[in-house]
């Protein structure tokens, strides 16, 4: 069985700074792209950031220059450094990664729990 958990998200005042985590375990044997989404009171998900196996990452424009997404391809966790961080990035963040439990299997997308960051005025 496969699990992300997540870390790393709390309370903090404009201006700044998260650091979240989320590792996967279990029974792996690739993963592929891991990204990180979030979603506030009454809106729907949104992306944040992507980074695929080889490093390439996307972001989304409210979180460019501010965010850096990165990956431990060894221990199979993401993380996503968030610097200078502004009320309205206030959310639950969700990592979610594309992977392979056998050599063979399709690739399944898996959703962490989800963590609450709050950033006040």
């Known amino acids: 069985q496969v699990q992300l958990v997540e870390s790393g998200g709390g309370l903090v005042q404009a201006g700044g700074s998260l650091r979240l985590s989320c590792a996967a375990t279990?029974?792996?044997?690739?993963?592929?792209?891991m990204g990180w989404y979030r979603q506030a009171p009454g809106k729907q998900r949104e992306l944040v950031a992507t980074i695929t196996s080889d490093g390439n990452t996307n972001y989304a424009d409210s979180v460019k220059g501010r965010f850096t997404i990165s990956r431990d391809a060894a221990k199979n966790t993401v993380n996503l450094q968030m610097n200078r961080l502004k009320p309205e990035d206030t959310a639950v963040y969700y990592c979610n990664a594309d992977i392979s439990q056998t050599y063979f299997s399709v690739p399944y997308l898996y959703w962490g729990q989800g963590t609450q960051v709050t950033v006040s005025s």
């Open positions: 279990g029974s792996i044997v690739r993963v592929n792209a």
